[in-house]
């Protein structure tokens, strides 16, 4: 239905006459009328209120298929990174309903978790941000340590608090529950191997052995990383330099490389991986991991001016390869480039 008259449509329902309609608005009677004809759109500011004014989403002024408003919501969540609190009851409120549709359901069930999570991750930030400030007002007490550790990636020293129980007992249930699949067995896996459960881990790659769509460059490295949990550095940095020798050109072998070789604090090993995985990266438009990390390995050695020349490359690549102009992830690329230069 075109928007005109739809517009008609509830103000009728709504029992208003396009005076009545046109003062809510602050508008003359005529604006109304040329809506209803067709003649002239409202202006864009006006659509929230008119949805208000008829008591309707703003996407059901425009009588927005199912798909096409899944399809503004991921966008937005893509484009804002802070969501009115009205818009975000909207968003939840449709996607629930989706979940009863069988054929948008499991959109709607990832996008009920985007949602949660967009919540989520703005509201570490605020956590983060008044946590910290309260610290260096009391350095000496511990008062908001635990909600810096919980929304900062800070680390807990208490095993208890610290170890991934939890996330191996639910990906295990995963993996047995969908045998041959091996997504849950990635990430049980990699977090056994974050607990130095080696032998578990090493049971579990060999059930990953026998898929035949698993990435066989996990499966590889995988095999340094159980040898490290076990604290045999020397066979591990064996079987890495192995994979790199036999892989000189594939930059998923060089990309692994970088990330063991900045585990280990070999700095300067894990910058030349990187940067070899970057410029090796077949696919375009390429992503921007190799650059962070590069990044990352600057800042941690207190050189702000390279770590801000990578974050430079960070925002052009987003910009000339993906095309992005207003995302979150090129507003969070930005503001990382100007965290770094203020502290050159």
């Known amino acids: 239905m075109e928007l005109g008259k739809k517009i008609r449509r509830l103000r009728f329902?709504?029992?208003?006459?396009?005076?009545?309609l046109a003062e809510k608005l602050g508008l003359g009677a005529q604006a109304v009328s040329k809506w209803e004809t067709g003649a002239a759109l409202p202006d864009i500011t006006l659509l929230p209120v008119l949805a208000e004014t008829f008591g309707v989403s703003i996407d059901e002024l425009f009588d927005l298929s199912a798909e096409q408003r899944l399809n503004r919501i991921e966008n937005s969540l893509d484009i804002e990174k802070n969501l009115p609190q009205e818009l975000f009851r909207e968003y939840e409120d449709f996607l629930k309903e989706q979940l009863g549709d069988k054929t948008h359901q499991k959109r709607a069930t990832e996008l009920l978790a985007y949602l949660y999570w967009h919540r989520m991750y703005a509201d570490a930030e605020r956590v983060s941000r008044w946590a910290k400030e309260a610290i260096r007002r009391a350095p000496n007490e511990k008062g908001c340590q635990y909600m810096l550790q919980m929304t900062g990636n800070y680390t807990v020293w208490d095993w208890n608090m610290g170890n991934h129980h939890k996330a191996i007992d639910f990906y295990r249930e995963l993996a047995e529950a969908n045998p041959g699949m091996k997504m849950p067995l990635y990430d049980l896996i990699e977090n056994l191997l974050a607990d130095h459960r080696a032998d578990e881990a090493e049971h579990y790659l060999g059930l990953l052995d026998k898929v035949e769509d698993a990435n066989p460059v996990l499966k590889d490295v995988y095999r340094a990383h159980i040898a490290l949990a076990r604290?045999?550095?020397?066979?591990?940095?064996?079987?890495?330099?192995?994979?790199?020798?036999?892989?000189?050109?594939?930059?998923g072998y060089l990309f692994e490389a970088a990330q063991y070789y900045a585990r280990k604090c070999q700095y300067d090993k894990a910058i030349e991986y990187y940067e070899a995985s970057f410029e090796k990266t077949p696919r375009k438009p390429r992503f921007q991991d190799e650059l962070m990390g590069i990044a990352d390995i600057w800042e941690i050695r207190g050189d702000y001016r390279k770590a801000a020349e990578t974050y430079d490359r960070i925002v052009k690549l987003l910009e000339q390869e993906w095309g992005?102009?207003?995302?979150?992830?090129?507003?969070?690329?930005?503001?990382?480039?100007?965290?770094?230069?203020?502290?050159?």
């Not at 329902?13 to 009545?20: I, N, P, R, V, Y």
């Not at 102009?325 to 502290?343: F, M």
């Open 231 to 251: 604290f045999d550095e020397p066979t591990a940095d064996r079987i890495m330099e192995a994979l790199v020798q036999a892989h000189p050109d594939d930059s």
């Open 13 to 20: 329902k709504a029992g208003l006459t396009q005076e009545q």
């Open 324 to 344: 992005l102009t207003e995302e979150v992830e090129l507003q969070t690329a930005k503001a990382e480039l100007a965290r770094l230069q203020a502290k050159i």
